[in-house]
């Protein structure tokens, strides 16, 4: 059975970090691009940022560049956001995403969990 579990959302002052991972299991991990989508309240989902099978490329929305930091373990099956300087427009609810051949579109995965919230108080 393919699951996706995120973890580590939580309320953070603006500015503050959190880090959120992501723990796949029921399908090789290590085989397919992985990222990671938001939706805020009252807005379509949005891409954040995607890393390839083996972490070599990294891509990441404008607003997420410089700030989050997108890394995953193979050998664990585990995806992370770290996330700095965050900012009250980050509130969102955060899912990762496995499985697709266009890192950018959330249409194009196969596989998503089920989200964790994300509110930054300003």
């Known amino acids: 059975q393919v699951q996706l579990v995120e973890s580590g959302g939580g309320l953070v002052q603006s500015g503050g970090s959190l880090r959120l991972s992501c723990q796949a299991s029921?399908?090789?991990?290590?085989?397919?691009?992985v990222g990671w989508f938001r939706q805020g309240p009252g807005k379509e989902r949005e891409f954040v940022a995607a890393i390839s099978r083996f972490g070599g490329s990294t891509w990441y929305a404008d607003s997420a560049k410089d700030r989050f930091t997108i890394s995953r373990d193979n050998y664990k099956n585990l995806l992370y956001l770290q996330m700095n300087s965050l900012k009250p427009e980050d509130t969102a609810v955060y899912s990762c995403a496995a499985d697709s051949d266009n890192v950018f579109e959330p249409g194009a995965y196969n596989y998503w969990g089920q989200g964790t919230q994300v509110t930054v108080s300003s």
């Open positions: 029921g399908f090789p991990f290590s085989t397919y691009n």
